[in-house]
């Protein structure tokens, strides 16, 4: 069954530290992965995708990582901002013979405080 | 550019009256479309997706519908809410290689 396991739950940083958070998945065959961010109430929106060859990607203070090999993946918060307090969601795509499905994680929940 | 819609933006409805709602999407054709529910403090949950009109593939069994009456319509109902039901509702597209989300739909069912 493929599934996909993001830690910490929840976590509060203060404003202008940096955080990671990880995502785990057992996902097969793998596509990619995708790191979203959430706000609250609110759709989610792309920060990285990242496919089988891929290591790393940056959008601005957002750094995600891949090791395909451990079916590991991380988002680097760096130097973290108040409009950073959303919920982080990893997706993780596999290849079907109908299409791409999508497994989603559980959801990080970040506060930043000032 | 590609824009998805969804309305209306918070829903407070009584058990057992029924639903509708609705999602389009603009700037593109022939897309795949996506229901999914979240509810509170939880991850998404993939409820429905077409990949053409009139095409609708079910991943959950529940008392909600979908339907797809246009290309770019996708409309998620039920002709008896129960309390169960309350949660976020987001509307997607997708192409190759991204998933593009709506804005979602607040459904408390009292």
């Known amino acids: 069954k493929n599934q996909v396991e993001q830690s910490p739950q929840s976590l509060i940083i203060l404003e202008g530290k940096n955080c990671t958070l990880q995502?785990?998945?057992?996902?097969?065959?793998?596509?990619?992965l995708r790191w979203y961010k959430q706000d609250t109430g609110r759709g989610p929106v792309s920060l990285t995708i990242?496919?089988?060859?891929?290591n790393t990607k940056s959008n601005g203070r957002y750094t995600a990582t891949l090791d395909a090999d451990t079916k590991q993946s991380s988002l680097h918060i760096t130097a973290s901002q108040l409009s950073d307090s959303a919920s982080y969601i990893c997706?993780?795509?596999?290849?079907?013979?109908?299409?791409?499905?999508?497994?989603f994680g559980g959801g990080t929940r970040v506060l930043v405080k000032p | 550019s590609q824009t998805i819609h969804q309305w209306p933006a918070t829903l407070v409805q009584p058990v057992g009256s029924p639903l509708s709602l609705e999602c389009t999407v603009e700037?593109?054709?022939?897309?795949?479309l996506y229901w999914y529910r979240q509810a509170a403090g939880r991850g998404l949950q993939l409820l429905f997706y077409?990949?053409?009109?009139?095409?609708i593939s079910s991943e959950v069994p529940q008392n909600l519908s979908a339907s797809r009456p246009q290309d770019r319509q996708f409309i998620l109902s039920s002709k008896k809410l129960l309390l169960s039901d309350s949660g976020f509702y987001l509307c997607?597209?997708?192409?190759?290689?991204?998933?593009?989300f709506g804005p979602g739909t607040r459904l408390t069912v009292t």
């Open positions: 997607a597209w997708a192409d190759v290689y991204e998933q593009y």
């Open positions: 995502c785990n998945y057992t996902v097969s065959p793998f596509s990619n």
């Open positions: 990242m496919t089988f060859s891929e």
């Open positions: 997706v993780v795509s596999a290849r079907e013979a109908a299409g791409n499905k999508l497994t």
């Open positions: 700037g593109t054709s022939n897309p795949n």
């Open positions: 077409s990949v053409g009109i009139g095409q």
